[in-house]
């Protein structure tokens, strides 16, 4: 069975942007600068992952205090009732002929859910100079931004409008690999030794150990028994019946013998 792997974003090196056009001659960009996800993949294989992305809109940033607090008021993302943006995904296409692949979720804005593809180029996967496996990729797509309910905008006298309703996304992504492997190894390495402590035969199981020692005992007796020997009243015992044993034997032999 393969193991699942937990990527992370590297904060300091991904960014997730955006551009609309400007009275339709021009573009402006922004970001959000507060963000993160959990990203989990069968293996290392990216076209196996879960992706759960949020991003904090009240951290969007355009290079204009005035405009970004009209982009957080509820003319746009109304920050106060709606804390997050969300992407859950939910397909990764096949490879197309230019090596990138269509990644297809659900995104939320504003508390309204539509369906999103992505196009995602993968980058590759290696280690960093501090042993810290890293995987890249770069992450574009387009929505209607009146489609969640930002529908602001200004007539210009010569035609058209102030702002577009396109919205273009763009993400340059370094992901982490975080799975705890150490920790991963630890357990292993704690259930092999329970295994074989498990393995290990029982004092009942082991057999008998046979001592080395010469056995003195026929020499030497304790105490107890050399007491037995040595006593008087014992040795007068031992005579007596010894007496007995010997008539009794003389009897019986002169019995035959008168026979």
């Given at each position: 069975?393969?193991?699942?792997?937990?990527?992370a974003?590297?904060?300091?090196?991904?960014?997730?942007?955006?551009?609309?056009?400007?009275l339709?001659?021009?573009?402006?960009?922004g970001?959000?600068?507060?963000?993160?996800?959990?990203?989990?993949?069968?293996?290392?294989?990216?076209?196996?992952?879960?992706?759960?992305?949020?991003?904090d809109?009240?951290?969007?940033?355009?290079?204009?205090?005035?405009?970004?607090?009209?982009?957080?008021?509820a003319?746009?993302?109304?920050?106060?009732?709606?804390?997050?943006?969300?992407f859950?995904?939910?397909?990764?296409?096949?490879?197309?002929?230019?090596?990138?692949?269509?990644?297809?979720?659900?995104?939320?804005?504003?508390?309204?859910?539509?369906?999103?593809?992505?196009?995602?180029?993968?980058?590759?996967?290696?280690?960093?100079?501090?042993?810290?496996?890293?995987?890249?990729?770069?992450v574009s797509?387009?929505i209607?931004?009146?489609?969640?309910?930002?529908?602001?905008?200004?007539?210009?006298?010569?035609?058209?409008?102030?702002?577009?309703?396109?919205?273009?996304?763009?993400?340059?992504?370094?992901?982490?690999?975080?799975?705890?492997?150490?920790?991963?190894?630890?357990?292993?390495?704690?259930?092999?030794?329970?295994?074989?402590?498990?393995?290990?035969?029982s004092d009942?199981?082991?057999?008998?150990?046979?001592?080395?020692?010469?056995?003195?005992?026929?020499?030497?007796?304790?105490?107890?028994n050399?007491?037995?020997?040595?006593?008087?009243?014992?040795?007068?015992?031992?005579?007596?019946?010894?007496?007995?044993?010997?008539?009794?034997?003389?009897?019986q032999?002169?019995?035959?013998?008168s026979?």
């Amino acid at each position: 069975m393969t193991n699942k792997t937990k990527w992370a974003i590297d904060q300091s090196h991904s960014e997730i942007s955006f551009k609309v056009r400007h009275l339709m001659i021009a573009h402006v960009k922004g970001s959000f600068k507060i963000f993160d996800a959990n990203i989990y993949t069968t293996g290392k294989d990216f076209k196996t992952a879960e992706i759960d992305v949020w991003i904090d809109p009240a951290s969007i940033s355009t290079g204009d205090e005035n405009r970004d607090e009209h982009l957080k008021n509820a003319d746009f993302f109304d920050v106060e009732n709606h804390k997050q943006i969300t992407f859950v995904s939910s397909t990764i296409g096949k490879p197309r002929e230019d090596g990138n692949h269509e990644l297809w979720g659900e995104i939320t804005i504003n508390g309204k859910t539509k369906n999103l593809k992505l196009n995602v180029q993968f980058g590759g996967i290696l280690n960093d100079p501090w042993g810290n496996e890293k995987a890249g990729f770069t992450v574009s797509g387009k929505i209607n931004r009146t489609d969640f309910g930002l529908v602001w905008n200004t007539t210009l006298e010569t035609g058209g409008f102030m702002v577009s309703d396109e919205i273009i996304i763009a993400c340059e992504m370094e992901l982490i690999n975080t799975t705890p492997t150490a920790m991963t190894m630890e357990l292993i390495d704690i259930t092999e030794t329970t295994k074989i402590q498990t393995m290990k035969p029982s004092d009942k199981d082991q057999p008998e150990k046979t001592s080395t020692r010469p056995n003195y005992s026929a020499d030497h007796t304790s105490k107890d028994n050399d007491a037995d020997h040595t006593s008087p009243e014992n040795n007068a015992t031992s005579t007596t019946t010894a007496a007995v044993t010997t008539t009794d034997n003389t009897a019986q032999n002169n019995v035959s013998t008168s026979n």
